[in-house]
């Protein structure tokens, strides 16, 4: 914090307001003119202005909780389920209980107020108190200190800021648009792939083509029954269109994966998740997990090399259109959530080159489409972490005394992130 600006408590500064909830299940309790808001539905906001929110409350809602009216121009902090969303009201608001309003005198303008508490999350949340989820109580958010310069200032300050993260958000959209172009370059690519010769390959079943198709199990106990070490079970969070992501891959010792041996995954096989929301996704088993065994989330498509090339059915069950195929048995295969039978996968049909040299031909392109792909959405999250981090240096820079009058300095450190 700035040593010249004196550094007053949140509490000699502005009035901390609780929120509240009436009971769920009294009708007459909703629907209201009065308007009221979660951290959830906080979270979800891209504009820390609220003019109108999901939920409303009656005047008799109102009174039958203990949340309270904020007048418009308050600063709403949701305190706990997380700690740190932050929205400033247009119109008068309630909250319910995970939220405390901020309510800044005269000396203070709400939206310094708000870029303040946006730049100290972590201190909030370092006050935090639970072992369930940690919850910020109004004392520990009363007591803490708010660098508190003129209101001239605090315009001044206001305003770079919002110059600098305007100039930020358009950035990151920059970015964000280019992660979809990269990702769409790929999917047009392998629609433009199968879809164009779909009429001139051979519609196979792929029974024909694969020498095994299935899935696994979990094995007695759960999750609690994993090691940390052993061989590997690929569950269905592994397994991602074209990729496969080790975090969270679970292992399992020589008596358990003994158990699953009519699952061994083997060099080459193409894992295809059967249920659940990530069902249809697929993947081929990196070699660096091996050996492995798939729960019973995860099937097995195991290809019959003379016939077929793994790649090539990986990429033709994740181009767009098959997906759209793919996604429609699924949802004919379970009643209650999306699964695809065995049964189905045997009796699925693909188009497949009779040529397997012209098959890894067309998977090599793809693969080279791919990378480029990947490299494109590698230098465009690169440049969003730049962001970020300018984001956070220029906040920490507004409350010690140290944001530039000159916004060219900002511009040359957009500049420097690729912006």
Not at 25 to 35: A, F, I, P, R, T
Not at 40 to 58: H, I
Not at 84 to 108: D, F, R, W, Y
Not at 307 to 327: G, I, N, R
Request: one cysteine or more.
């Amino acid at each position: 914090m700035s040593k010249v600006w004196p550094t007053p408590t949140i509490n000699e500064v502005c009035r901390v307001v609780n929120g509240g909830t009436p009971k769920t299940k009294v009708s007459e309790y909703w629907d209201g003119l009065h308007n009221w808001i979660t951290p959830a539905e906080m979270g979800k906001r891209k504009s820390p202005y609220v003019k109108q929110t999901d939920r409303t409350l009656t005047e008799k809602g109102l009174a039958h909780c203990s949340a309270k009216m904020l007048p418009e121009f308050s600063v709403i902090l949701s305190a706990r389920a997380p700690i740190g969303h932050l929205v400033i009201n247009e119109v008068p608001m309630a909250s319910n209980q995970g939220c405390k309003g901020l309510v800044p005198s005269k000396n203070l303008l709400h939206k310094f107020l708000y870029y303040f508490l946006l730049a100290n999350v972590e201190l909030l949340n370092s006050l935090g108190t639970g072992t369930t989820f940690k919850e910020l109580s109004a004392t520990k958010l009363k007591g803490v200190r708010i660098p508190l310069p003129s209101l001239p200032e605090q315009k001044r300050i206001v305003e770079i800021l919002d110059e600098a993260f305007e100039a930020i958000d358009k950035a990151i959209a920059n970015t964000e648009r280019n992660i979809r172009n990269a990702e769409e370059l790929l999917l047009s690519c392998l629609d433009a792939v199968f879809l164009d010769n779909q009429h001139k390959w051979p519609r196979i079943k792929l029974m024909k083509l694969t020498s095994k198709i299935g899935s696994g199990s979990t094995p007695r106990g759960g999750a609690k029954s994993y090691k940390t070490e052993g061989i590997s079970l690929i569950r269905s969070l592994n397994v991602h269109d074209r990729s496969f992501r080790t975090e969270k891959l679970a292992h399992i010792d020589k008596m358990q994966a003994e158990k699953l041996s009519n699952v061994k995954v083997h060099s080459g096989d193409v894992l295809f998740n059967i249920t659940g929301a990530s069902i249809a996704r697929c993947c081929i088993a990196p070699e660096e997990v091996l050996p492995a065994r798939v729960n019973q989330h995860v099937s097995i498509l195991r290809p019959v090399k003379e016939h077929l090339h793994s790649a090539f059915l990986c990429f033709q069950l994740t181009s767009p259109s098959f997906k759209k195929k793919l996604l429609g048995v699924g949802e004919e295969g379970g009643s209650t959530r999306q699964a695809i039978t065995k049964s189905q996968l045997q009796n699925l049909k693909v188009h497949v080159p009779d040529s397997v040299e012209e098959q890894i031909a067309i998977s090599n392109h793809l693969d080279r489409v791919m990378e480029e792909s990947q490299d494109l959405t590698e230098i465009a999250c690169k440049k969003q972490c730049l962001l970020e981090t300018l984001r956070q240096s220029i906040l920490q820079k507004a409350f010690t005394g140290e944001l530039s009058k000159d916004f060219r300095a900002i511009e040359h450190a957009l500049s420097e992130a690729g912006a």
